[in-house]
């Protein structure tokens, strides 16, 4: 018997491997040889070690033609070219092989792969995290306009017509949301964005009404809103819609009566709030000019009535002083001695809160920051008007006062400056507790870890001790007097609170807003309780009081800053 096993490499095993790949197409020829392969019980695996896939009923078996081996789908995506006893031939057949086998032989003996992988890898990095690749073409001004003009003619329709139109759009999309590419991306068989086929089912197709590529809803959504504002709608001619993302700056703060939400993919969503942040920072910087003369007219507004407060009481503080009828240092008149004291004591006290009301206005307007040479001039004017204003009634109440210190035994002038004093140390107390617990109250609303609360609480613990410590000197129960602020400060948390965040800003900035509005709010409380004791308060009296809300003020500064 004749010996056929020719060694593959000499040339007449050549001329047969040649001879057997020009004649393919003769009878009983059935491909490439099998006859190498393992079967597909022998691996439950991958053959290769890096990737050992277990085969499922989705993940089926693959041979590699040339060594026979059974690898995944992933694992045979490259190919070489091979006659049909499976050895390597530039004339061959390209079919598909291992890796090893791929790599096995110099590069010019014929072989492929697939660069799926790194195609769709390279137009990711170009084009973004979404893999579609920005259009040259693409004009998103145009698109814009045309969703505009589309809306307002739809909106301007008679009722009849506006009826048949919404009749159709709920069985289609009006043209007008159509781009001029939404036919030809119409055909695409799979998302833009995740590139998974559609399906009738779980997969539907949705298109942007933007730039007109087709998505599916989760590559998509419906952020883009179309409209009329509020205060236009009953204008005779119809006013210009506008277009915006929701719940970006910029945007309207209610949904308007006129108005269409389209659907738009997140490509074309990223631009449009780019356009819009932009539109709004650009009506920001030309109102600055005119926002800084409105922050000088309220604060100037607020002066005015402060200081329509001070003229209204002092002539009272003057007449009560007056009334008391004094002689050879003693009241009297106007009833009995703890009469007078305590009426006289409120007096200058409601005099020196409205000082400090007045003062801690002036502090406002100094925060006023001038853009224009024009302002620069009045804000300083401003400034020196209300300064002369202050000290001339600062002077007429330092007469007045110098007056009952002249007269009035000086057993009297303490008690009521020890009213006063009182008063003072207890409304900082009550003012500090509120804040307290309402910080806590939001940071436990919000989920914030913010150390306002604790701050606030140290300061707290240092007025307590001398708010008790005058308390007991006047012979008062400290426990009920505590159970007394305790019910005002219940009182105050259900209908006066102090730190009131704005819901729409909550929306848009989310708990930064409530962090930076309780970090204000502080600091501008702090700032009218300090002026207030300053103003009441000897210099020696409550000493560890004022310099631990000195002390508090700077920490809130620097947790603002």
């Known amino acids: 018997m004749t010996d056929w096993n020719f060694d593959r490499s000499s040339d007449f095993g050549g001329f047969i491997d040649k001879w057997l790949t020009e004649n393919k197409k003769q009878e009983g020829y059935q491909g490439i040889s099998k006859n190498h392969w393992k079967p597909n019980n022998a691996r439950s695996c991958c053959a290769n070690s890096k990737c050992a896939k277990i085969f499922t009923i989705t993940e089926r078996h693959h041979h590699c033609r040339r060594c026979g081996d059974v690898f995944c789908n992933k694992c045979t995506q490259y190919q070489r070219r091979l006659n049909n006893l499976a050895h390597l031939d530039p004339a061959g057949i390209l079919y598909k092989v291992c890796k090893a086998c791929f790599d096995d032989v110099p590069q010019e003996s ?17 084009s973004g995290s979404n893999g579609i690749a920005p259009s040259s073409r693409f004009d998103i001004k145009a698109e814009i306009e045309r969703l505009k003009d589309g809306f ?23 043209e007008w949301q159509k781009s001029i590419r939404y036919i030809f991306y119409k055909l695409s068989p799979r998302c833009y964005g995740c590139r998974v086929d559609f399906n009738s089912l779980t997969k539907k197709q949705h298109f942007c009404t933007v730039c007109g590529m087709v998505f599916c809803s989760k590559c998509s959504n419906k952020d883009l809103i179309v409209y009329i504002p509020n205060e236009h709608k009953k204008d005779k001619e119809m006013a210009e819609p506008l277009l915006g993302i929701i719940r970006i700056v910029g945007c309207p703060e209610k949904e308007p009566d006129m108005c269409s939400y389209l659907r738009v993919c997140e490509s074309c ?19 600055e000019v005119g926002g800084t003369w409105s922050a000088i007219e309220n604060v100037n507004r607020d002066l005015r009535a402060a200081q329509q407060k001070i003229d209204d009481q002092l002539p009272k503080f003057q007449e009560i002083i007056l009334s008391l009828d004094i002689v050879n240092g003693a009241p009297m008149k106007a009833g009995s001695n703890r009469s007078n004291v305590q009426t006289l004591a409120k007096a200058q006290e409601n005099l020196l809160d409205y000082f400090s009301n007045f003062m801690f206005i002036v502090q406002r307007l100094k925060k006023v920051k001038p853009t224009t040479k024009g302002q620069i001039v009045v804000l300083n004017n401003l400034l020196k008007c209300k300064h002369a204003i202050y000290q001339e009634s600062l002077y007429l109440f330092g007469q007045s006062k110098k007056k009952c210190e002249e007269t009035m035994p ?17 409304g900082a107390y009550i003012t500090c507790k509120q804040l307290v617990f309402e910080s806590i109250h939001l940071c436990d609303k919000y989920k914030l870890k913010s150390p306002i609360p604790k701050t606030i609480s140290d300061c707290t613990q240092v007025l307590e001790p001398e708010l008790q410590n005058v308390v007991e000197t006047n012979k008062e129960n400290w426990e009920e007097y505590q159970q007394n602020i305790n019910d005002l400060l219940r009182f105050q948390l259900k209908e ?21 509005v309780m970090l204000w709010r502080t600091d ?25 809300l000195e002390e508090l003020q700077t920490q809130i500064k620097q947790l603002a800053t």
Not at 110 to 118: E, I, K, L, P, V
Not at 270 to 284: C, N
């Open 496 to 516: 006066h609170r102090m730190i009131r965040p704005s819901d729409r800003r909550i929306k848009l900035e989310g708990c930064l807003h409530v962090e930076t």
């Open 152 to 174: 307002k003619d739809s909106v301007s329709k008679s009722p009849i017509r506006k009826s048949i139109s919404q009749v159709k759009s709920l069985m289609s999309s009006p």
């Open 524 to 548: 501008s409380l702090l700032t009218q309780i300090r002026l207030e004791l300053e103003a009441k308060c000897r210099d020696k009296t409550y000493k560890n009081s004022k310099n631990a």
């Open 410 to 426: 000086q057993e009297l002038l303490l008690k009521i400056q020890h009213i006063v004093e009182t008063n003072a140390i207890r």
């Open 269 to 287: 969503h990223q631009l449009l709030e780019q356009i819009q942040v932009q539109e709004y920072q650009e009506t920001q910087v030309y109102d």
């Open 110 to 126: 014929g072989q492929t792969h697939s660069h799926t992988d790194s195609f769709i890898h390279s137009r990711k990095h170009r």
